[in-house]
């Protein structure tokens, strides 16, 4: 059981936008904008998309943002593409206590 | 650019001790902006955070591991290693190393390396 709660996957076409959602707690998602998401594709390691909540790292697409609101936060991918399909997670800082949790992977399939 | 590379058996005895090591190169690990990490990921499942540790040696745990973790870090070799005791099938994995800022985001990964436990 993840800490933070995503849905099992998600599905859209190539050009439409998908929104992922991640429910985490007061503890963590609701405290923090400390809110990453990575990309992780078939036997490849995790890539940081976004950090604290809505950044881009350099060199990642604009077409993808984050948000949040309360305990939950969101990926959006815009322009869906082919080489978007893989499996995203989010993970938030939890405290001194805790630090960080994860949530259980969404995966995108581009139909 | 900065790159990481975990090294390490690939094949560990139930109850032994896991032991790996992360190799940094393209920059120091002494920087003062940043914390290195363990992650893993059991196959098939999600991303488990296992720890932290600043240059200086601070170092912090995930409460549910705490037990059994060591991390530690050698500046002269730019290295960090994990040591994870009594170990099951439980803790069969790719794991990750990991560089972030403090509480922030893990930026910087490795390629990951298989750890199966099984006698």
């Known amino acids: 059981q993840s800490a933070l709660t995503q849905p099992a996957s998600v599905s859209g076409s190539p050009g439409q936008s998908i929104t992922i959602s991640c429910t985490g707690t007061?503890?963590?998602?609701?405290?923090?904008?400390?809110v990453s998401w990575y990309q992780q594709h078939p036997g490849k390691a995790p890539k940081l998309m976004i950090y604290?909540?809505?950044k881009r790292p350099s060199g990642v697409s604009n077409r993808f943002s984050g948000s949040k609101s309360g305990n939950t936060a969101s990926l959006t991918i815009s322009g869906l593409q082919a080489e978007d399909e893989a499996d995203y997670y989010c993970?938030?800082?939890?405290?001194?206590?805790?630090?960080?949790?994860f949530g259980g992977g969404t995966k995108l399939t581009v139909l | 650019q900065l790159q990481l590379q975990e090294s390490g058996p690939g094949l560990v005895k139930p109850s032994e001790t896991l032991s790996l090591t992360c190799t940094v190169s393209?920059?120091?690990?002494?920087?003062?902006?940043?914390?290195w990490g363990w992650i893993r990921q059991p196959p098939g499942k999600g991303l488990e955070w296992i720890g932290s540790?600043?240059?200086?040696?601070?170092?912090y745990y995930n409460p549910s591991l705490k037990s059994r973790v060591t991390i530690s870090v050698d500046t002269s070799k730019n290295q960090f290693s994990l040591k994870l005791s009594s170990v099951t099938a439980a803790d069969t994995a790719v794991y990750y190393c990991?560089?972030?800022?403090?509480?922030?985001?893990?930026?910087?990964w490795g390629q990951g390396t298989m750890v199966t436990v099984s006698s």
């Open positions: 007061s503890s963590d998602v609701g405290s923090y904008n400390l």
């Open positions: 990991a560089r972030h800022y403090s509480d922030d985001a893990f930026d910087i």
């Open positions: 993970c938030s800082y939890a405290g001194s206590s805790t630090f960080w949790v």
């Open positions: 393209g920059g120091s690990i002494s920087s003062s902006s940043y914390y």
């Open positions: 540790i600043y240059y200086s040696g601070s170092t």
């Open positions: 604290e909540v809505s």
